[in-house]
T-cell receptor, first 112, second 115 residues
Framework: QEKVQQSPESLIVPEGAMVSLNCSFS?????SIWWYQQHPGKGPKALI?????GNKKEGRLTVYLNRASLHVSLHIKDSQPSDSAVYLC????????????FGAGTRLKVIA | EAAVTQSPRNKVAVTGGKVTLSCNQT?????MYWYRQDTGHGLRLIHY???????EKGDIPDGYKASRPSQENFSLILELATPSQTSVYFC??????????????FGEGSRLIVV
């Protein structure tokens, strides 16, 4: 079964810092990788996804995927206090049934 | 923006009682999912559905049943609730499809405490 590991478990940074979050997965045939943001007491919300090896940039977010090393990272530029949340990595299984396996998350706190 | 509504938002149940968590989506998505979220485990898939009348077992289905009577509604049923089922439950919907498809849209969660 697909395993998704995220690191670090938690992170505290000053406002304006670059944030780097890591996610490792176990199946190189995994179809796509998503990052979700979850604020306290709320449901997760999709941020950005990547399907092909390489990188993808959307606004302050950049995601890097390396299938050979089974690793994906999310980088948040110029972090803001509103970015404080739990970030979940989700990996879709290459089974055609649209199931996702989630990591345990990284808790980010951005201090003003 | 896709809308997924869960009810109840909070529930206290007694051990051995029956609990039904309901989910409604107005996005006309084919796929719907029930997850539970516990500290240290992230989101774990309980049941999912590809459309009305279908239910599939997820990774942790034991002790749970699911029902998809219509495109819009997907319920999670705990026939005999146990304290180990105390958790926050999330419903999600998704369009399905390869690559750029199947963004999951989550509800706000249902917090269940079994005493």
């Amino acid at each position: 079964q697909e395993k998704v590991q995220q690191s670090p478990e938690s992170l505290i940074v000053p406002e304006g810092a670059m944030v780097s979050l890591n996610c490792s997965f176990s199946d190189s045939a995994s179809q796509s990788i998503w990052w979700y943001q979850q604020h306290p007491g709320k449901g997760p919300k999709a941020l950005i996804s990547i399907f092909s090896n390489g990188n993808k940039k959307e606004g302050r977010l950049t995601v890097y995927l390396n299938r050979a090393s089974l690793h994906v990272s999310l980088h948040i530029k110029d972090s803001q206090p509103s970015d404080s949340a739990v970030y979940l990595c989700a990996v879709s299984l290459n089974t055609g049934n649209y199931k996702y396996v989630f990591g345990a998350g990284t808790r980010l706190k951005v201090i003003a | 923006e896709a809308a997924v509504t869960q009810s109840p938002r909070n529930k206290v149940a007694v051990t051995g009682g029956k609990v039904t968590l309901s989910c409604n989506q107005t996005n006309n998505h084919n796929n719907m999912y029930w997850y539970r979220q516990d500290t240290g485990h992230g989101l774990r898939l309980i049941h999912y559905s590809y459309g009305a009348g279908s239910t599939e077992k997820g990774d942790i289905p034991d002790g749970y049943k699911a029902s998809r009577p219509s495109q819009e509604n997907f319920s999670l049923i705990l026939e005999l609730a146990t304290p180990s089922q105390t958790s926050v439950y999330f419903c999600a919907s998704g369009e399905g499809g390869q690559n750029s498809g199947n963004t999951l849209y989550f509800g706000e969660g249902s917090r269940l405490i079994v005493v």
